[in-house]
C-alpha cells in the first residue's frame, strides 16, 4: 500500500534523526526541535511545552472524546558495552542500530507515522499527538506537566517496545527509606542494642513476606531490600540501620495500600519517597478488550514502568521492538518490526474508530 510505504520511508528518516541527536533526559530540546520541524514540515502546528511536543490531527473539538499517542523522545545514557557509536544509525542484515532506537524511537516515530496518516481522515474523536520528555527518569517535567493542560483521554495510547503485544496492566513502582531505631553503646560491654540486628528481624519478614491481594496479569506485588546502612566505627553498637525498599506494585493495590500493609508488617519507620508512580490496569469493560479480541492481540501485564504510570486515564501500551533490548548495548530494531508497528497502530485506531462510529461504545 502506497500510503503505508511513504509511511515507513518517513518514519524511518525521522528515527535516524532522533538516533544522531544525543537526548538524554532533561536534554531533550534537539530531538524536541527535530519532533517540532518534522511535525511542522508536514503541514501540523504543533505546541511545545518544556522539552514535550504535542499537536492534534485535526481542530480540537470539544463535543468529541479525545484518543492519546503517547512515546518519548529521551534517552537514557549509553553502557560501557557499545561496540558502536550509539548516535550513528546503522542499517545491517535488516537491524537499525543505535541509542534509543528500540526504546522508545521506534515506537515514536510509528506512532508519529500514524498521526500524521489519520490527519487526513475523519474520525470520531480527537487525535492527539504527544511526544513527552524525562520518561526514563519519571522526570516532572515530562507529561505529567501536561495532564492539567491538556482534555483528558478516553483511551491513552503509549507506545513502548512490547513485540505489538497489548499491555493492559503495568506495575507500579514505591521506593520507601525505611529506618529502624536502636542505642547506642560500647561494643566490648553488655550495652546497647543493636540496631542492625532488629533490622535484620525486619529483613527477616520482608525475605518471606507475600502481599495479600494478587492480580489476573501481573501475579504479586513484590518487595525487595536494595540498600542498608549502618554504623560508623567498629567499637560502637549502631543506633540506627537504614535500608531501603522497592516495591514493584501491581494493579490489586494502590501505592498507599501496599505501604501501608508494608507498615503492618515491619518494625522500622517507613517514609515513601514518593506515591506518583501508580500501577494501571484497564477497566474491564473499556472497548479497547473488543478491539484486542478483533485483532488478534495478545494482551499481558507489564513488568516495566512507562509514562503510563503519570497518566490518570484508561491506557494500553503497545509498540514495535522488544522490551528486553532496551538499555542494552548495541541497541537497535528490525525494519520490518517498524513497518509492523505502523500497520499495527492503524488497525489499532481503525477499528477503535469503528466501534465509536457504530455507536455500539460510550465514552
Known amino acids: 500500500m502506497e500510503d503505508l510505504d511513504l509511511a515507513f520511508d518517513k518514519a524511518l528518516e525521522l528515527l535516524k534523526s532522533l538516533i544522531s541527536t544525543p537526548s538524554f533526559s532533561r536534554e531533550e530540546d534537539k530531538t524536541a526541535d527535530i519532533i517540532q520541524s518534522f511535525l511542522l514540515e508536514a503541514g501540523v502546528f504543533p505546541t511545545r511545552t518544556g522539552n514535550n511536543v504535542w499537536a492534534y490531527a485535526k481542530p480540537y473539538d470539544k463535543d ?37 532506537s528500540n526504546d522508545a524511537g521506534g515506537a515514536l516515530a510509528c506512532l508519529i507515522a500514524t498521526f500524521l496518516y489519520f490527519s487526513k481522515k475523519e474520525l470520531p474523536f480527537n487525535l492527539l499527538l504527544i511526544a513527552s520528555a524525562e520518561e526514563e527518569i519519571s522526570g516532572k ?14 483511551l491513552a495510547i503509549v507506545g513502548e517496545p512490547t513485540q505489538m503485544r497489548l499491555a493492559v496492566a503495568e506495575k507500579g513502582l514505591l521506593v520507601i527509606d525505611a529506618k529502624i531505631h536502636g542505642k547506642a553503646g560500647h561494643a566490648a560491654r553488655e550495652e546497647g542494642i543493636n540496631a542492625i540486628y532488629l533490622a535484620l528481624e525486619d529483613l527477616e519478614e ?33 543506633d540506627l540501620c537504614e535500608y531501603v525498599l522497592d516495591v514493584r506494585v501491581t494493579d490489586a493495590y494502590t501505592l498507599e495500600e501496599a505501604l501501608e500493609e508494608l507498615r503492618e508488617l515491619l518494625k522500622a519507620e517507613l517514609t515513601p519517597r514518593s506515591l506518583r508512580l501508580q500501577s494501571s490496569h484497564l477497566p474491564k469493560n473499556h472497548p479497547m478488550y473488543r478491539v484486542a479480541d478483533a485483532l488478534d492481540l495478545e494482551t499481558f501485564g507489564s513488568p516495566t514502568l512507562s509514562d503510563q504510570a503519570l497518566i490518570p486515564y484508561p491506557s494500553v501500551k503497545i509498540g514495535p521492538g522488544d ?20 500497520s499495527g497502530y492503524i ?11 457504530s455507536k455500539t461504545i460510550t465514552p
Not at 499517542?69 to 546503522?90: A, C, E, I, M, W
Not at 501475579?219 to 546502612?229: A, F, L
Not at 538499555?327 to 525494519?335: G, K, S
Request: aromatic fraction near 8%; charge should be positive.
Open 64 to 100: 468529541l472524546p479525545t484518543l492519546w499517542l503517547n512515546s518519548h523522545h529521551d534517552t537514557v545514557k549509553p553502557n560501557q558495552g557499545y561496540t558502536r557509536d550509539p548516535f550513528s544509525p546503522t542499517i545491517e542484515n535488516g537491524k537499525l542500530y543505535g541509542l534509543g
Open 347 to 357: 488497525s489499532l485506531i481503525d477499528h477503535y474508530a469503528m466501534l465509536r462510529k
Open 206 to 238: 520482608i525475605r518471606n513476606f507475600q502481599f495479600t491481594k494478587t492480580s489476573s496479569f501481573l501475579g504479586r506485588t513484590k518487595v525487595s531490600c536494595t540498600v542498608i546502612k549502618a554504623g560508623q566505627q567498629h567499637n560502637v553498637v549502631p
Open 141 to 154: 517535567s515530562g507529561i505529567e506537566s501536561l495532564i492539567s493542560t491538556l482534555p483528558p483521554a478516553e
Open 323 to 342: 522490551s528486553a533490548r532496551s538499555h542494552t548495548a548495541d541497541e537497535y530494531i528490525l525494519l520490518d518490526e517498524l513497518k509492523s508497528g505502523i
